[in-house]
């Protein structure tokens, strides 16, 4: 059976941005454009989880503390808590791509299969793994 604790720590946070992001491209890769921009929106969310680590300096996201607060999915909240309000703002490729990113909600695991064509799901894996104006480059520079 398997066995998770509650919360995860800065580091596995980290850890999991970055395998969601190779899931990400092979799903891309083997055609499987849908579950790219899925698994896209999992590696900012991680990576956003643990700015907030870095910025609270705490080595375990806090999902119960506040009410709950910390329990969410909605990237603008992540950002507020991370104190990165303004940090996609930089450039205009890296507000692109944020733009571009931040369009993802974890509801749409249930969209249909076809949402996604290759252009979409590529659109959003670039503008989440460019280098240096992709979300996660910016995100890890505070993590």
Known sequence: ??????????????????????????????GCHDGCAYLC???????????????????????????????????????????????FTTTTALLTNWSIASKWRSHRRYEPEGTYDQAAANEIL????SYPDGVLACISIRW
Do not use: W
């Open 41 to 87: 929106g999992y590696v900012v969310e991680l990576a956003l989880k643990a700015a907030i680590c870095a910025t609270l300096g705490i080595g375990d996201y806090p999902d119960d503390r506040l009410k709950g607060a910390f329990k969410t999915h909605d990237f603008d909240d992540l950002k507020l808590l991370a104190g990165m309000e303004q940090a």
């Open 126 to 129: 670039e503008a989440v793994r």
């Open 1 to 30: 059976m398997f066995s998770r604790k509650s919360m995860s720590t800065r580091r596995e946070l980290q850890r999991l941005a970055c395998l969601r992001l190779r899931e990400a491209e092979a799903l891309f890769n083997s």
